[in-house]
């Protein structure tokens, strides 16, 4: 299970429902798969803005004790409910190129 010094401001994560995690206490199973940014910390738990605006999900959301301007986006979670996504390593598009010339079937060996 994570722990709160698993994750870092700027780390990007997702929120798992987990039934026993923390023994069902507080936990939203709305946010199931939802996408975030982890913005701060507090006590034991990890401030983080989701991309969605859960304020319409949850029926309340705040900005994390005005850790971010984007105020119901933000919750304080138990990090045991967050898994860190990975890093792209490489996110660019890998484009193919084709040899220059007329698209006949012999450009493609098609018989």
Known sequence: MNEINDFEVGDRVTYKYDYHALNN??????????????????????????????????????????????????????????????EEENDTVKIKWYRKGKFTTENFNVK
Do not use: A, Q
């Open 25 to 86: 206490i507080g936990l939203k199973t709305e946010l199931d798969g939802f996408k975030g940014t982890v913005i701060g910390f507090r006590s034991i738990c990890v401030g983080v803005r989701f991309d969605t605006h859960i304020i319409y999900v949850l029926g309340f959301g705040h900005d994390c004790n005005e850790l971010d301007d984007r105020d119901g986006y933000c919750y304080w979670v138990s990090p045991e409910l967050l898994i860190k996504d990975k």
